[in-house]
């Protein structure tokens, strides 16, 4: 059973950096990509930032220019750098990693970021 450990969530001022990670129990290759979700309140839970194996990302436009995601592969880590934070990215922050092999889709158990105005 595939584990995906977050980590870097809190609480900032707008304008403000946060930096999340996200490391799965599986190697980083038996995943489609590794990635990021978030979710507030009555909400369906949205895109945010992904990245595969090879380093390709992809990401959502509201935070284009702002967030980066990255990745360590010999330690199945991935980063999500969150610059210049504004309240309305207040939110769950999920890790996604979609098997390759077994068709399971694994999430963490999300880790809160909220930014002040």
């Known amino acids: 059973q595939v584990q995906l450990v977050e980590s870097g969530g809190g609480l900032v001022q707008a304008g403000g950096s946060l930096r999340l990670s996200c490391t799965a129990s599986?190697?980083?290759?038996?995943?489609?990509?590794m990635g990021w979700y978030r979710q507030t309140p009555g909400k369906q839970r949205e895109l945010v930032a992904t990245?595969?194996?090879?380093?390709?990302?992809d990401y959502a436009e509201s935070v284009m220019g702002r967030f980066t995601i990255s990745s360590v592969n010999a330690k199945n880590t991935v980063y999500l750098q969150m610059n210049n934070l504004k309240p309305e990215d207040t939110a769950v922050y999920y890790c996604?990693?979609?098997?390759?092999?077994?068709?399971?889709?694994?999430w963490g158990k999300g880790t809160l970021v909220t930014v002040s105005s």
């Open positions: 599986g190697s980083i290759f038996d995943f489609n990509y």
């Open positions: 990245i595969t194996s090879g380093k390709i990302t």
């Open positions: 996604n990693a979609p098997h390759i092999y077994n068709g399971m889709n694994y």
